[in-house]
């Protein structure tokens, strides 16, 4: 974990005009997730959708709820599909209608809905919304995007709507889930673990090349050769360098996605300028892929890997991506 703050985009702190998107404060291997929402009805009729268990399963999960301090609870998600469902099971810690709800969850932390009336007319609500929960720091940018949608539900069940838990997609989930991956530094983070690589290669620097690497990372050259596990690849590129004149990259990212807890694949396409040239060879255009995984809250190359941009019987394409490349060359100066 960081041992500072990290906040969503688009956030604008604990005053002022609430903002929707949710703030995530992490240390000592905790999340403080925190949202604020301005609703359009009066406290008591949020309040229902907060406790009442039919009401509850319209937005958030089927509900067991007994509504005292000292109750017990159980919340079982609805959106598993076939999956097993996740089930969150604790004690009310907090019960003050229609003020404070505090829920202490073996699942999901503490979670705290505090309802605060606003003037009208019509008479509205500031919801504030925060789980105080321990977490990996990869799994915030989920946790943040799944009581995001869950808020939005809510806002939705207030208005007489109900979530079609049957034919649930993970759509508007993912959605938020990338601008919360965006905010949190990891499109970043990832970025900038290719630089590192191409510079370290464009230096003729097989430690920095390597420095990104997982101890245990895999790098694939153009031609197929598989150099695994760092120490290897120093060993290897070093005496590359010293026995053959090597060309420079020109990389171009096209695309950086998270594809789970902690994982991330980088795409990018790539050129080279022989040595002493100042022009790319098109036979040597390569698509470049990075399998990133994250590990104590560092971000590591897993796999680097080269695939020949040969694009056989599209010549097109082929000519299209030299193109694209020099364009790249002519901006960066070389």
């Known amino acids: 974990m960081n041992d500072g703050p990290s906040t969503g985009p688009g956030t604008e702190g604990h005053t002022g005009t609430p903002a929707p998107d949710g703030t995530a404060t992490l240390r000592d291997g ?6 604020e929402r301005r609703l359009r009805h009066p406290a008591e009729r949020v309040w229902r959708a907060l406790t009442d268990p039919d009401e509850i399963s319209a937005w958030l999960a089927r ?8 109750g017990a609870f159980e919340l079982r998600w609805l959106n598993s599909g076939d999956e097993e469902p996740a089930i969150a099971r604790g004690t009310v810690t907090a019960f003050d209608p229609p003020r404070l709800l505090e829920l202490d969850s073996d699942l999901h932390g503490r979670l705290r809905w505090e309802l605060t009336p606003l003037p009208g007319p019509p008479p509205g609500t500031l919801l504030v919304f925060t789980s105080d929960v321990e977490t990996p720091e990869e799994f ?5 995007a799944g009581w995001h949608i869950h808020l939005d539900y809510l806002e939705e069940a207030l208005e007489g709507a109900r979530v079609d838990w049957a034919n649930w997609t993970t759509d508007r989930w993912q959605v938020h889930h990338d601008r919360y991956v965006a905010g949190l530094g990891v499109l970043e983070a990832v970025q900038d673990l290719y630089r590192r690589v191409l510079d370290g290669w464009n230096a003729r620097d097989a430690r920095a090349f390597a420095a990104p690497f997982r101890e245990d990372g895999v790098s694939i050259g153009f031609d197929g050769t598989v150099h695994a596990g760092r120490a290897t690849i120093i060993e ?15 990389g171009k990212i096209q695309d950086v996605r998270v594809v789970g807890p902690g994982a991330a694949v980088l795409r990018a396409v790539a050129g080279m300028v ?3 040239g100042d022009d790319l060879r098109p036979d040597l255009n390569t698509i470049q892929t990075i399998t990133a995984a994250q590990l104590l809250g560092r971000w590591q190359v897993a796999v680097f890997q080269n695939t ?5 019987g599209r010549p097109e394409t082929a000519k299209k991506l030299t193109e694209e490349l020099r364009e790249v060359l002519r901006t960066r100066g070389h």
Not at 30 to 35: C, G, H, K, S, Y
Not at 308 to 312: E, N
């Open 30 to 35: 905790r999340a403080l997730l925190r949202f």
């Open 63 to 70: 509900a067991h709820l007994e509504p005292k301090v000292g």
């Open 140 to 144: 915030v940018p989920q946790t943040l």
């Open 236 to 250: 290897q590129l070093s005496a590359t360098f010293a026995d053959h004149a090597t060309g420079g990259f020109v």
């Open 274 to 276: 022989p040595p002493g």
């Open 308 to 312: 020949p941009a040969q694009f056989h």
